[in-house]
């Protein structure tokens, strides 16, 4: 662990996670690629449990994105089988401990039992409130930027002077959590892959080498002391500089 609790103001409060190298780090040891997803998983508890040390009140992670229907069968019923096996080995420490559970993205298409946990695990952790984990599943933020357009135009009655980016970010799916302050990605790629497009204006950025399997509280020390480290000033300049 690299970052102690923060001092008040310093954060990050709410934390992204795009959880990549689950293949990767699979193929470097010659073992099948469901095996590197089911380490992701381990790799997900261990974060979860972790974040709360260093004064983070919402991890929001990719799951499963509106991409990954094109990936083969069998992988994609590995990662279903995965959402099946982390709810029902962890929904009842999740509601013990506190987290309350939000799953991002579209329902519609999801298998049955799929999206009965999907439901099941919000219903089960509304009351909580120590802490919020949002799961982007079946997830892509163009298509949460057009599903937000529907509703606020829907609730605009077309007076278009009624629509202010306010409402907007309400109507994402992200919109009862809180500002998001970092996005981490792991395995050294550089890149959103569609997530949390509107909700990444002014997100700081961090970008890790290690494979999401090995990730833990180390790992996501580093990057909130990264994040620590920086001025965030949201199109503005410090006093000083602006003066000169």
């Known amino acids: 662990m690299s970052a102690p609790p ?5 954060g990050p409060r709410h934390v992204a996670l795009i959880m990549d190298g689950n293949g990767r780090w ?17 790799a997900l508890k261990r974060t979860v449990q972790a974040a709360p040390k260093f004064g983070i009140e919402c991890l929001t992670v990719f799951g ?5 229907w094109r990936r083969s069968a069998e992988e994609v019923s590995d990662l279903m089988g995965l959402v099946r096996a982390y709810v029902a080995s962890d929904l009842a420490r ?9 799953i991002l993205g579209r329902r519609e298409g999801l298998p049955a039992d799929i999206a009965e946990i999907v439901e099941r ?8 409130d120590r802490f919020l984990l949002q799961v982007a599943f079946n997830y892509g933020g163009r298509g949460d930027i057009v599903d ?26 992200t919109g ?19 997530f949390l497009l509107w909700e990444a204006a002014y997100a700081e950025f961090v970008f890790q080498e290690v494979l999401w399997p090995d990730y833990g509280e180390g790992p996501l020390g580093e990057a909130v002391e990264a994040f620590r480290s920086r001025q965030r000033r949201f199109g ?9």
Not at 6 to 10: A, N, R, S, V, Y
Not at 31 to 36: E, F, K, T, V
Not at 94 to 102: A, C, I, T
Request: proline share 6%; aromatic share 2%.
């Open 148 to 173: 937000a357009a529907r509703k606020v135009l829907a609730a605009a009655d077309g007076d278009p002077a009624r629509i202010d980016e306010a409402a907007f970010g309400r109507a994402l799916s």
């Open 236 to 244: 503005g300049r410090p006093a000083a500089v602006a003066a000169g």
């Open 6 to 10: 923060p001092p008040d103001g310093l």
């Open 94 to 102: 999740l509601k013990r401990e506190g987290v309350r559970v939000r």
């Open 176 to 194: 009862e959590g809180p500002e998001l302050d970092v996005i981490v990605r792991t395995s050294g790629e550089h890149r959103l892959s569609n």
């Open 26 to 42: 699979a193929e470097r040891r010659g073992l099948p690629r469901a095996i590197g997803h089911r380490e992701g998983v381990q």
């Open 64 to 68: 499963f994105s509106t991409e990954n």
């Open 121 to 128: 695990s919000e219903r089960e952790t509304a009351g909580n």
